[in-house]
């Protein structure tokens, strides 16, 4: 072959090559573009009360209508604005609603929002806003963590009635009524607030709006304009305008009632809520350990175009779009089990709706298995924008639960279509929905905008292999924490959090305790439940004394303590060799470590063996309790709480040196064993030690007659520790005791950091020679040298040191690192270290999470003394075995207080009329708008709300569009 044949070869061989990478790259993002999406988390707000997902399924399955009357906080002059006979100009003939409870509500100060940037926002923004941070935490993500990084919001917000006259506007929200009622702000306010960097969008397609939104977000996840969604759908209406609108129509139902798909249907009825999904791809989902709630299969938007009218549903279209969606599924009519309809209850909307199912979903079904068709608008009213999204998470909801529920207000279906057409079946009665093998549950959702434009997805249950991800939770104590911004919050969250443990007989205490850690902010006011089943947590939640409380008044940085000797107690560590595992493996690796220079086991010492010896003995106490408080310090590590620093005191040194880096295992184990031994050899028997309740200068006055005394540790501005004659000692203790000063005498036969320890400065640089100390990996402070050490310092000799000075405490140091948070103290026993206490008990300071009392058990002590992540930017790195958002988020929300709105006052124009854009015909006077709620304005230049009783009615005689 020659030279030239040789290079065609090659570079056909290229092309070949290269062509087929081409066809492998090609084949890979159209299954990207195919990837199901994955919803991660839900939130919802709706009539009766219903605050989350879980709610608003107990509401549909058990078939509660939540109409109700209009809230007495709207202040609706609802007697002037009724009249039974429809038609009349002003007035409206339905009374009834599924309104929202407290829709004013609003919790401005979480959101660093003024009282009044808020009273000009519309409540849509509001209540968008607050589901939005709850479906982060619903879906056991810390809202703080997102900040920054590329969310997209996808949003539907329509009717907008709350200020339709920026010249009425209360003084004082002057500047803020253009953002507060701006569509594209609903969007750009929780991107705003949240420090979302994706796309934000508002979208406005009426009653499609949210089903649109969320046809939008996934086209942003697949083209990846984002890497996860926030899709919602909120509708308020703050006056009564939209009821008096669909009165001149006749277009509402007159009792309020939505009556989908049925020969009764006579009008939609109006409902309010919002709702939130978070979405992100599949596989991102399950690379992030996320619970996925439910896969959006596939989806398809279009539009009437010229049909036969502008606000008319066009069947042809909804035809088209339902196998748009299907072929976006890659799915067939018959793979999908039931639709959750438009079905607003109207005479003409609802027929050309069924036929188009019937054309498309109920054709070729298999015998027996007819598409099924419902709507929550039955149970919720129709909530406009949201309805969608209302629809998605009931759908998800019954796949998770295996039942379709039943359509209220159905006497018999609509006499205006042939069911005979297809196979399709209105669901009059619950229905069980049970898993078949091979085949999972599919629902289709449709929502129709009054304008022409209409969407459609098709939802599909959660993999088998997500399904089954729920991880067993792990016997033992666990703390469940709870924090919020105001002592209020925080009662309210407990409340809410105990509500829920009584209602979920399911909920795993270890996986809620897991979901409350890691997808939770952490704010200023603090609780913590200890437990170790779901009825004790539920138990100590309802009773004050039954949790420990705490404030963070400074979030900072997270040093470990390690105290010294004189914190130990019999059986100290035995509970947690049985429940943690993390500190039982770190005991076995200090036995392993130890072993070389004892002659008794460890595990036997601490769990109280017949035979082995006792904690009575220096050289048996003290590699004991180091072995303690570095597993302790592992435990806290696997829980996510890193320390910026470390610091010891006396024999707590090595344990911090060693947590540091500074000593490896083995030399820290060899420091500790053979350094007690030489102690028990040398002084054991020949000394004690005294801690007072006095300041360094008054101890000295004390023992100045006292020739065998020395101060030997200062470990706070009144805690100092005297070591010296055991005679003298005693003597001392019963003087302070005559003068009211409190004494302790500390269990140990020797006086350490005195002229005692002279004697063993040559046993000690024997058995000490050949350490190899390291640089700390973790910044390590010295108590011996006042100073930070940053070099291979630790060597024999400073081990020799570090007992024969006095040594003052790393609270008291004046050098001493100052983290703005308290030092956690890994310490052996349940209550407080003095070096720990005396720093949390200064003015101004407290513990990241409330310590136990001098009576808890480990098991029990451990988990409270757990500090929470101390600030959004340094969030925990929990293990990935953990149990983790398994189970729905507990409903503990912020409470939500009521916010006014102030009432205009009408200006005249030429002809002496009022400009106020609604006013009320009681009495011929005009006297409010929407901006009022029946509450009082706050007086001219103050931003505190007013809490004053009603004033007067806000019923309207004018149409709002």
């Not at 087929?20 to 195919?34: H, P, Y």
């Not at 790195?877 to 409903?891: E, I």
Request: proline share 9%; charged share 20%.
């Amino acid at each position: 072959m020659t030279s030239s044949n040789e290079q065609l070869v090659d570079a056909l061989r290229a092309s070949l090559k290269e062509n087929e990478e081409l066809r492998k790259e090609s084949r890979r993002q159209d299954d990207r573009r195919q990837e199901p999406m994955a919803i991660v988390g839900m939130s919802c707000r709706f009539a009766g009360g219903i605050g989350s997902p879980e709610d608003l399924w107990d509401a549909v399955a058990a078939g509660k209508d939540l109409v109700s009357d209009v809230p007495e906080e709207r202040g609706w002059d609802i007697e002037s604005l009724y009249d039974p006979e429809p038609g009349r100009k002003g007035t409206t003939y339905v009374r009834n609603a599924a309104f929202l409870d407290d829709a004013a509500g609003f919790d401005a100060g979480f959101f660093g929002i003024s009282p009044r940037e808020a009273l000009a926002m519309d409540p849509q923004q509001r209540q968008l806003l607050e589901a939005s941070w709850e479906v982060f935490e619903r879906a056991g993500i810390d809202p703080a963590s997102v900040r920054g990084t590329d969310v997209g919001v996808y949003v539907g917000c329509g009717y907008q009635d709350y200020a339709p006259d920026i010249r009425v506007a209360p003084e004082g929200t002057g500047g803020y009524v253009v953002t507060g009622n701006s569509s594209a702000v609903a969007s750009g306010r929780i991107a705003y607030s949240l420090g979302l960097e994706g796309p934000a969008v508002t979208v406005d397609t009426a009653c499609s709006s949210s089903l649109v939104a969320l046809h939008l977000a996934l086209k942003g996840l697949r083209n990846g304009d984002c890497s996860t969604a926030l899709v919602g759908g909120v509708a308020v209406l703050a006056t009564p305008g939209a009821f008096i609108e669909f009165s001149r129509q006749q277009a509402m139902a007159a009792d309020g009632r939505t009556k989908g798909f049925a020969s009764a249907a006579d009008g939609l009825a109006w409902g309010e809520g919002v709702a939130v999904l978070l979405v992100e791809r599949l596989s991102d989902a399950r690379r992030k350990g996320h619970r996925v709630l439910a896969v959006v299969r596939g989806s398809a938007i279009n539009q009437d175009g010229a049909s036969n009218g502008l606000t008319a549903p066009h069947g042809p279209s909804q035809q088209r779009l339902i196998r748009q969606a299907l072929a976006d599924a890659r799915l067939t009519s018959r793979d999908v089990d039931v639709v959750e309809g438009h079905g607003t209850g109207t005479r003409l909307g609802d027929p050309i709706e069924a036929q188009a199912l019937l054309a498309t979903y109920g054709q070729g079904r298999s015998p027996g298995q007819p598409l099924r068709l419902g709507t929550v608008k039955s149970n919720i009213g129709h909530t406009q924008a949201a309805s969608g999204l209302a629809g998605v998470i009931k759908m998800v909801q019954a796949m998770r639960h295996g039942v379709l529920p039943k359509t209220l207000h159905v006497d018999e279906p609509t006499d205006q279509v042939d069911w005979t057409a297809g196979e399709v079946e209105l669901l009059t009665e619950a229905v069980d929905w049970p898993a078949q093998p091979g085949r999972p549950r599919r629902a289709g959702v449709s929502a129709f905008g009054v304008g022409g434009t209409n969407a459609h997805v098709v939802l599909e249950e959660a993999p088998t292999t997500e399904a089954a991800r729920a991880v067993e939770s792990p016997a033992g104590v666990v703390p469940w924490l709870v924090s919020a911004k105001t002592p209020a919050a925080l009662d309210a969250q407990i409340g809410r959090l105990a509500a829920y443990a009584d209602s979920r007989t399911d909920l795993g205490p270890a996986v809620a305790a897991r979901t409350l850690l890691d997808g939770r902010t952490a704010m200023e006011y603090r609780a913590v439940a200890v437990g170790d089943s779901r009825e004790a947590l539920r138990d100590a939640l309802r009773m004050p004394e039954g949790l420990v409380r705490g404030t963070a008044s400074d979030l900072g940085r997270v040093a470990f303590v390690f105290p010294g000797q004189g914190t130990q107690w019999a059986g100290m560590g035995a509970e947690l060799l049985d429940v943690s595992k993390e500190f039982a493996e770190a005991m076995a690796e200090c036995e392993t470590a130890l072993s070389p220079y004892v002659d008794w086991s460890l595990e036997a010492v601490v769990r109280q063996t017949p035979g082995a010896p006792s904690l009575e003995r220096v050289d048996v106490v003290q590699p004991v309790t180091f072995a303690v408080m570095v597993s302790l310090a592992r435990v806290w590590q696997h829980y996510g709480v890193t320390p910026q620093a470390v610091i010891g005191h006396s024999q707590g040194e090595i344990a911090a040196a060693y947590v540091a880096g500074a000593l490896t295992l083995d030399d820290a184990a060899r420091v500790v064993a053979l350094r007690s031994q030489s102690i028990a050899a040398h002084l054991a028997g020949k000394g004690g030690m005294i801690s007072l309740a006095l300041s360094e200068e008054a101890t000295q006055q004390r023992i100045e007659n006292l020739d065998s005394l020395s101060v030997a540790a200062v470990n706070g501005p009144t805690v100092t520790v005297v070591a010296g004659d055991p005679a003298q000692i005693q003597e001392l203790a019963d003087a302070c005791e005559a003068d009211g000063v409190r004494a302790r005498i500390i269990p140990v036969d020797y006086a350490s950091h005195s002229a005692h320890v002279e004697i063993i400065e040559e046993d000690l640089a024997k058995v000490l020679a050949g350490l190899t100390p390291q640089a700390p990996r973790v910044p390590f402070f010295s108590t011996l040298e006042g100073s930070w050490i940053t070099e291979a310092a630790l060597d024999g000799a400073y081990w020799y040191r570090n007992l024969r000075p006095t040594k003052a405490s790393p609270t008291s140091s004046k050098s001493a690192p100052t983290p703005s948070s308290p030092w956690p103290s890994p310490r052996p026993s349940p209550d407080s270290a003095p070096s720990a206490a005396t720093r949390a008990d200064r003015p101004g300071s407290s513990p990241p999470w409330p310590k136990p009392g001098p009576t808890a058990s480990p098991s029990t002590g451990l988990p409270t003394s757990l500090p929470r992540p101390p600030t959004p930017t340094s969030p925990p790195t929990p293990s990935s075995t953990a149990p983790t958002g398994s189970t729905p988020r507990p409903p503990v929300k912020r409470p939500r207080t009521p916010l006014p709105r102030a009432r205009p006052r009408p200006r005249p124009d030429r002809r002496g009329v009022s400009t106020s854009p609604i006013s009320t015909r009681k009495g011929g006077a005009a006297s409010s708008s929407p901006w009022c709620c029946g509450r009082r304005p706050p007086r001219s230049g103050t931003t505190r709300p007013t809490s004053s009783p009603p004033t007067g009615p806000c019923g309207s005689s004018a149409s709002t569009r």
